[in-house]
């Protein structure tokens, strides 16, 4: 077995020391400006990466996070983590209780805010395949995984939102909550989907890995759901809390992770169906969700997002058109589709758009999902950074355009009383 | 409150029990009382009933209906034709895999009747009134209905205790999400949270007669059914009074509603208030 030597030891610490301080103290500054933690972390990254100190101290750079393959072999392992641990926490914040129980309009909200962006997505990389950045591969795929990166909705964000209008009580609120959790779901379920073909462990035929992923899905969400509902009431009586479940539900999170790499469909979705199904247990005390999403937002999130921008150059790889034709479909796509959706569900015109507008959130699972295709090369370095462009313009307009188009749907309901 | 009253009866080592706490409720709520059989008519078991009812000195106030048919539909049937408002009948407290998802009769009746339902797990010969009661306070369209029948329940029976329990939704996700802020946003997202449970619970109550009563405002986080169920066991609570949710299927018992959580373990006695 090999080991580290003593060097990178001394290097992995000080990438992750630096990683970390600089994430704590943007982040820090994104609130003060009361914007989201994870905008402050990206900036952590492109500020460490080769951005910014790579351009300007490229030696400092080069010492820090090129010098040394082993530590930088080493620091992937934690960025692996890190993002299985992110897709298990958005697992965890799904209660399949709430969606059902908001029945057919959720339904509609979230298919509808689900189709219309995914068209869209689609079809313009479609037929423009080069101006989206695809040089070689199959367009077929790639047009799918856009489509798929249109419609997803950043659940934590939209809570975030949800709770400063203090609407997340609401009708309003708990369907765009319970939407973005379909969303979350089928976007995942497809995204897995796609990610089999991009062909390194996976020797399935398309209607195998269809197959297989709704089989595991279906199994998770019953079979599973219940055995683990039957299990936590022992560890939470018989283990050290909130110390057993804790650790088991992270076993048990790699555990599906390594499951579904094995079958080929990715570590990520193995980790966060098992999210849902133990966020939707009976016996998953809300205090020990708490404590699980502090450790995880507070330790592997900045990782995350700090690394992104270490893999990049944002300055030389953003394509202005490129960023502005995304944008245009994400918002169309979103407002288009989830405003209908809700208002088929009984909202008028602005309400229904307040409601697109909150489902546009992107978020951290834009990210995600964006740089799990760069690494498998579906998409190139520019249309990444494009994603990541839009996953925060999404995010940080989300909340001021839902209070702007309710506000007018109160005016427009005083000026009618 | 309640005009009518029926049990549905099977000759179970039970039975008496329960024909003992439907008298009892019938004479809390001045209400008329009728007994519903769905089986074969015979002898020895009419005689039976009719001795436990002599025994109770009520053979001449009670109305008996023999049926024949599916239990559940016929125990529904005669409900509707006789405009019962309450249906009491006794229940297991817990059931198995199997039967949670096939379903047992007293689970057809919480999910279809349209009067409301007791369900009874411990019967007693000898019936006290029920003196902890537990009534849902969770934000939905009837809560106010079913809080201002459950206080009316309680008067009549003079509890001792009533709790009402509301449930701070998704707690951890949104303590997460307020996380993100300083500690004093965490401690005031936590106080806000609490206090907009409590002060739901208050509007409602605000227009409500409480009598005697000792009404105390719980509030837990999670999902509202089990921390209902929760709740109500470790008090020790003798009733719990919840709202119904509509009709509920066969899917609703593969992916299900909260109020099946309830029902897949009951905590104690539980009341079902419908419209």
């Known amino acids: 077995m090999e080991h580290l030597s003593h060097q990178d030891v001394v290097n992995l610490f000080l990438m992750l020391a630096a990683m970390l301080l600089l994430a704590r103290i943007f982040a820090e500054i994104a609130q003060k400006f009361k914007q989201p933690a994870v905008v402050g972390e990206l900036l952590a990254g492109i500020l460490l990466g080769p951005t910014i100190l790579g351009t300007f101290f490229p030696e400092l750079f080069q010492d820090l996070f090129l010098s040394n393959p082993n530590a930088n072999l080493a620091l992937d392992g934690f960025v692996q983590i890190a993002v299985v641990l992110l897709l298990f ?100 379920l497809i995204f ?24 595991f899905t279906f199994f998770m969400l019953t079979i599973g759901k219940f055995i683990i509902n039957k299990a936590l009431p022992w560890i939470n009586k018989k283990l050290a809390w909130p110390g057993g479940v804790l650790s088991l539900s992270m076993a048990f999170c790699f555990m599906a ?14 980790a966060f169906l098992l999210g849902v199904a133990l966020g939707d247990s009976e016996h998953m005390s809300e205090r020990a969700k708490e404590i ?8 592997f999130a900045p990782l995350f997002f700090v690394s992104i921008g270490l893999k990049i150059n944002f300055f030389t790889n953003f394509d202005l058109l490129l960023t502005l034709a995304i944008l245009v479909i994400s918002f169309a796509g979103k407002i288009v589709g989830s405003g209908f959706g809700a208002y088929k569900g009984g909202f ?60 007018a749907a109160k005016e427009e309901r005083e000026a009618a009383s | 409150m309640f005009k009518k009253i029926a049990l549905a009866i099977a000759f179970s080592p039970r039975f008496a029990s329960l024909i003992a706490e439907a008298k009892r409720l019938s004479e809390v709520f001045d209400a008329e009382l009728i007994l519903i059989h769905v089986g074969e008519k015979e002898d020895a078991q009419v005689q039976t009933l009719h001795d436990a009812l002599d025994k109770l000195q009520v053979l001449d106030k009670v ?37 949670y998802y096939i379903g047992s009769i007293a689970r057809k009746i919480i999910r279809r009747s349209k009067c409301s339902v007791l369900m009874l797990i411990e019967p007693l010969e000898n019936p006290t009134p029920f003196d902890k009661v537990v009534i849902n306070g969770t934000q939905q369209e009837q809560t106010p209905r079913v809080i201002a029948q459950g206080l009316d329940w309680c008067k009549k029976d003079q509890a001792r205790q009533v709790f009402i329990v509301n449930e701070i939704k998704m707690y951890g996700m949104q303590m997460a999400a307020a996380g993100e802020g300083g500690e004093s946003e965490i401690a005031n997202t936590r106080r806000k949270l609490v206090s907009e449970e409590v002060e739901y619970v208050e509007q409602i109550l605000k227009g409500l007669d409480k009598g005697n009563l000792r009404v105390n405002v719980k509030i837990t986080c999670g999902k509202w059914a089990v921390e209902l169920a929760k709740f109500a066991s470790d008090i020790k609570a003798d009733l719990l009074i919840v709202g119904d949710e509509g009709k509920l299927g066969f899917l609703d018992r593969l992916f299900p509603h909260d109020l099946e959580d309830i029902l897949s373990d009951l905590p104690c006695n539980l009341l079902i208030v419908k419209k």
Not at chain 1, 292 to 299: A, D, E, G, M, P
Request: glycine share 10%; with cysteine.
């Open chain 1, 292 to 299: 699980v999403h502090q450790f995880i937002n507070n330790i």
């Open chain 1, 89 to 188: 926490i958005a697992g965890l914040e799904v209660e399949l209780h709430l969606v059902w129980s908001q029945g057919k309009s959720a339904l509609s909200i979230s298919l509808l805010g689900l189709i219309v962006p995914f068209i869209l997505g689609f079809v313009f990389p479609y037929y423009f395949p080069e101006f989206f950045g695809l040089v070689e591969g199959d367009r077929l795929l790639f047009s799918l995984f856009m489509g798929t990166a249109m419609s997803i909705t950043a659940l934590p964000v939209v809570v975030r939102i949800l709770m400063d209008l203090d609407l997340f009580k609401t009708k309003m609120g708990m369907l765009i909550v319970a939407s973005a959790m379909v969303n979350d779901i089928i976007g995942w």
């Open chain 2, 63 to 99: 109305k008996i209906y023999w049926e024949q048919g599916k239990p559940a539909n016929k125990i529904m049937q005669v409900c509707e034709e006789q405009g019962v408002d309450l249906l009491v009948a006794g229940a297991l407290k817990q059931e198995g895999l199997l039967q």
């Open chain 1, 192 to 215: 897995s989907v796609i990610l089999s073909f991009m062909g390194k462990a996976g020797n399935l035929s398309l209607m195998q890995t269809i197959g297989i992923t709704l089989l």
């Open chain 1, 257 to 270: 992770a390594a499951f579904t790499e094995w079958l080929g469909i990715h570590a990520i979705f193995g």
């Open chain 1, 348 to 407: 008028n015109v602005k309400e229904s758009l307040a409601v697109g507008f909150g489902m546009n959130a992107r978020g951290a699972m834009e990210i995600i999902l964006g740089l799990i295709a760069l690494e498998n090369g579906l998409i190139g370095e520019k249309l990444f950074v494009a994603l990541v462009i839009m996953a925060i313009v999404t995010s940080m307009s989300s909340g001021p355009l839902m209070k702007w188009s309710l506000k």
